[in-house]
């Protein structure tokens, strides 16, 4: 069975600054996928970005990247020019594909809340 | 507007009354699923769906049945809902489930639901 692990429950910046979410995950999996979601006080899960394993390219959305390292099972989320808006708890999610499976069940980590300070 | 919507998002009941929590997606997904969150656990899959009339266990079933009889909807049911099944509950659907982004879940707003 897979397991997701942020080690970080809270987490603070300052509007503008940049920040490291980290997330580590287990599996022995080949093929699979991982993804940073984002829950604001009004409880919505929004997906935030999106990796491929097979992919060595790191993942980006605008002021949003991660650091994929598939080796060492850690895929972390940093946050350029935090905003405000960005206060949300954070959770790393893994999945395996279907055809392998998986049922595309996401295993969600316990995530970090991520406090934007003015 | 694409989107998941949940019905009702508060519910307070009591031990023992049948309740159906709805879910419906107008995107046209084959994938449905739906997830409970608790304080430290994260979200965890209850029951999934991968088109009409098929549906699985995820890892928390028991308590909950589901049901497929259209693509657009994915009910819950808690037949005999007990204080321990107090939770925010989010169903989730996708495109396809091929394996590539097409399998991205899309998150509906949540159904806080509380047992006494």
């Known amino acids: 069975a897979q397991t997701v692990t942020q080690s970080q429950p809270e987490m603070s910046v300052q509007e503008a600054e940049t920040v490291t979410l980290s997330c580590t995950y287990d599996t022995s999996e080949n093929n699979y996928y991982l993804f940073w979601y984002k829950q604001p006080p009004s409880r919505q899960m929004i997906l935030v970005i999106r990796q491929e394993a097979y992919k060595q390219q790191n993942a980006t959305e605008n002021r949003f990247s991660v650091n994929f390292q598939k080796a060492a099972k850690s895929f972390s989320l940093k946050i350029s020019d935090s905003q405000l808006g960005d206060t949300a708890m954070y959770f790393c999610a893994f999945m395996k594909p279907f055809f392998t499976g998986g049922g595309n069940k996401l295993t969600f980590g316990t995530g970090t809340q991520l406090k934007v300070e003015l | 507007e694409a989107q998941v919507t949940q019905n009702p998002r508060y519910l307070i009941t009591v031990t023992g009354k049948k309740l159906t929590v709805t879910c419906s997606q107008n995107m046209n997904h084959e994938y449905m699923s739906w997830y409970r969150q608790d304080p430290g656990l994260g979200l965890r899959q209850i029951y999934y769906s991968m088109n009409v009339e098929v549906t699985d266990k995820g890892d928390v079933p028991e308590g909950y049945k589901v049901s497929r009889k259209e693509k657009r909807n994915f009910p819950l049911i808690l037949e005999s809902p007990s204080p321990n099944q107090t939770s925010l509950y989010f169903c989730?659907?996708?495109?396809?489930?091929?394996?590539?982004?097409?399998?991205?879940?899309?998150f509906g707003p949540g159904t806080r639901l509380t047992v006494l």
């Open positions: 989730a659907s996708s495109l396809f489930t091929s394996g590539d982004s097409t399998d991205t879940q899309y």
